[in-house]
């Protein structure tokens, strides 16, 4: 097993250690039942992952001395919304949930920023631990404290930062994820490539040319990889004051697509896609070398993330959105027009945020990327 520390802010103490390997639920119990962090937890989770962990995690929590309550939610994307929160809080008050109680994330991204959020705003703030049982939330969106629920309006619109008392990875759950949500979670990991880290790439492209993609120690390397530079950007910039924006890699682009496809598309699939045009428009615009921009787009290949954007998704709808999305920045200074902030790379590991885009590159490419 591989641990990570993540150091913030000392005056706030809330630094927390990342803890990555297969099998470690017996570990997970063992640390939560000795830390003293609370007397009684709630498991927050979704239907589909509870019908095939929930009761294992639960008697396994149980014996390491601690009271667990599970509160079980639907699944998938259109659970995570302010109604849930105010469900999950209504159960928690129902169940007696005090100051000190820790809420338990078992579950992908949906449930770790549901979760997180929730703990956020009971009683003013109440720790809560991720438990992330998808790729995408074992190489990202556990870590880092970032919590939010989508709104009409859009997605991650209602959030706080709230960071976990602690993460805690088993590669195990990731048997049980369907192939094509497997293969999600790895648009994050080719974004840690892109902007940090190129030799994830080729890991990436070399095992899923000889079929090793669900290997546990491949895997395990790259969750320890990507957790690495996550948590080394997140030290550094916590709020997104700067730096950490550089992790949007894709995502802005990526939001755009995911709410233009009524949210059919995924967050790695809409991820791979944002990718994919940030990599055109960095080769247009500022020079990424042919090469460095084919690893990245033979990685997204590689693992069976979509490199074109469905022709049902008109291009005038994706920029509408793009200038709605939450991190987008307008320059109406600008003599194209309206411009975008957006993550774009000289080269690998070498991202920079450009604050200014003109909306006709950005048009002209998502037209090339029309399949
Ligand atoms: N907070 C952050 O920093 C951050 C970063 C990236 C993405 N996100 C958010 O993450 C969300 C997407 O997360 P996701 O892709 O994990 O989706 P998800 O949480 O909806 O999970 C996808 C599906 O997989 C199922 N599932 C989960 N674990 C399983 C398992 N082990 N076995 C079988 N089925 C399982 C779930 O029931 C669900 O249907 C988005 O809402 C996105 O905004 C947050």
């Not at 995924?266 to 990718?275: D, I, N, Q, R």
Request: glycine fraction near 10%; charged fraction near 25%; hydrophobic fraction near 40%.
């Amino acid at each position: 097993m591989k641990k990570l520390d993540v150091t913030l802010d000392r005056r706030r103490n809330d630094s927390y250690q990342i803890h990555i390997g297969e099998a470690i639920l017996d570990w997970t119990a063992t640390v939560l039942g000795r830390s003293g962090i609370a007397r009684r937890c709630v498991v927050i989770t979704d239907s589909a992952i509870d019908a095939l962990h929930g009761e294992r995690v639960h008697k396994a929590l149980e014996k390491s001395g601690l009271r667990i309550d599970r509160i079980v939610l639907p699944s998938g994307e259109e659970a995570k919304t302010i109604d849930s929160v105010l469900i999950v809080a209504e159960k928690l008050i129902a169940l007696g949930a005090d100051r000190q109680s820790l809420l338990i994330a078992l579950g992908g991204g949906v449930i770790g920023d549901l979760t997180g959020f929730t703990a956020s705003l009971y009683m003013r703030g109440i720790p809560f631990v991720q438990m992330p049982t998808t790729l995408l939330a074992q190489v990202d969106s556990s870590i880092g404290g970032k919590t939010g629920v989508d709104a009409a309006g859009g997605k991650n619109m209602l959030g706080t930062f709230h960071q976990p008392w602690g993460v805690f990875i088993d590669t195990g759950f990731l048997k049980t994820l369907p192939d094509a949500i497997f293969r999600s979670g790895f648009a994050e990991a080719i974004k840690y490539g892109a902007i940090e880290n190129p030799a994830l790439l080729d890991d990436i492209a070399k095992a899923a040319a000889e079929n090793s993609l669900r290997d546990s120690s491949f895997l395990e390397r790259i969750i320890v990889e990507s957790c690495r530079i996550k948590k080394t950007i997140v030290e550094l910039d916590e709020r997104e004051g700067g730096l950490r924006r550089i992790l949007n890699f894709g995502h802005t682009v990526g939001h755009a697509i995911e709410a233009a496809s009524g949210y059919k598309l995924s967050h790695g699939e809409s991820v791979a896609l944002g990718m994919n045009a940030a990599t055109r428009i960095s080769q247009k615009l500022y020079g990424l070398p042919a090469q460095d921009a084919e690893k990245i787009t033979t990685a997204i290949r590689a693992v069976g993330l979509p490199g074109t954007i469905p022709v049902s998704l008109a291009t005038d709808d994706i920029l509408a959105r793009l200038s709605m999305d939450k991190k987008a920045q307008h320059n109406v200074h600008k003599k194209e027009g309206k411009t975008v902030h957006f993550v774009m790379i000289r080269g690998l590991g070498k991202p920079f945020i450009q604050g200014g885009l003109p909306e006709k590159v950005i048009a002209e490419t998502l037209e090339e990327l029309k399949g």
